[in-house]
């Protein structure tokens, strides 16, 4: 029998791994000029870690982790998320104590055990941002800000930032019992999902996507009326800076996260073509979480992008870096290949991808193949021209050939940029 791979995972092959290179390198550039820098955290940690941060009541934490119990009986998670593991390894390696903010990045695999469809996997991929150490609205901006480059460096249609503020513990749970009492005669209507979030946390009923909940949360309390006048007044800096900088927002003031520990400010950047998987990313502040997990009072905020939804909905044709044109050197005749190996370091050395005949194979054949993998151009590699040292220069999109010297040779691979 043979095997496939399990529900809600996938194989990313040579040709979608391009893409997946190009993204990274794109991202890390961007990165780099607003000074974060990478870490790596385990893929999975204790099931606790997850309890407490992203919250008992989260449908991740309720019904889609991976949890397992090792050969000690300890419990375990596969992460499903990357900003609760960020936290543990800043308080455990006591970064908190170097000079504020510090500025994290991080990619890799998330785990998620949810129906799987377009756009919705079981094994996932984020890139995700986490600034520790500032309270202030320019921290949301500059998490906004690196998004929207990093977005906008890439293929992709129309995508929008969605805004919100889901006030502070303060503020929230007078609004959670005004959003409770509007709900409380209305709750037979509600998807049996919410009838269990009206009591554990109503506020998750305002982002059920199905429309008797809908229809229903059209017309509740909006949590935007309710804030604090600090969270007001952090919420207003944060979209005169967005406006300040002309980075385009839609407030919507329905948006909740599906994690507990947000505060402030919370927002999606949300692509319509991806249909029911829309959002791109998401991400906001965290205020309590460092203290909740261990640490000192320290303010956060980040942001995750799914990078399989970032793939799928990026226009790829013609996008790649451009670079040398690869080259493929065929040999014409046999005990050649000994010259292969020797011409094609020379090549590489040059930072030009160069491929060898590795097969045996006729002169015939060898075209046939490169010709099928793509190849523009071809070196061949005869004997009675290297007594010269020189070599024929087939391009294979007009079939011409030429004889060129050596150093010709190294001219022409230098000069042609793909
Ligand atoms: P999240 O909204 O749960 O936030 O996930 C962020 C992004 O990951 C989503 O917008 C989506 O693009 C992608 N994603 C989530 N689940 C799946 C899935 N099953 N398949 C494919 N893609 C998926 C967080 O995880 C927070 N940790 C973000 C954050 C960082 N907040 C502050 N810092």
Redesign the pocket.
Known sequence: MAFKAPRGTRDILPDEASRWEFLENSFRERCRLYGFQEIRTPIFEHTELFVRSVGESSD?VSKEMYTFHDRSGRSLTLRP???AAVVRAYLENGLHEKPHPVKLYYFGP?F?Y?RPQA????Q?H?F???LFGSPQPSADVEIMALSYDMLRSLPLPEFRLELNSVGCRECRPGYRERLREYLRFREEELCPDCSRRYRENPLRVLDCKKPECKDLSAGAPLLTQSLCPQCAGHLARVRELLERLELPYVLNPRLV???DYYTRTAF?FVAPELGA?A??????R?DALVEECGGPPTPG??????L??IILLADWKERLEAGPVPVFLAVAGEGLEEEALLLAREIRALGVPAEVELGGRSLKSQMKYAGKKGFARVIIIGSRELEQDRFLWRDMVDGSQVLVSREELRQRLLEQEG
């Open positions: 991740i998320e990357g900003t998330m998620r949810d756009g919705r996997y079981r996932f984020q995700g941002l986490e996260r599906g994690l999606e998987q959002s791109l990313g998401g991400g906001g965290y905020v980040g942001v995750a992008f799914g399989e939804r």
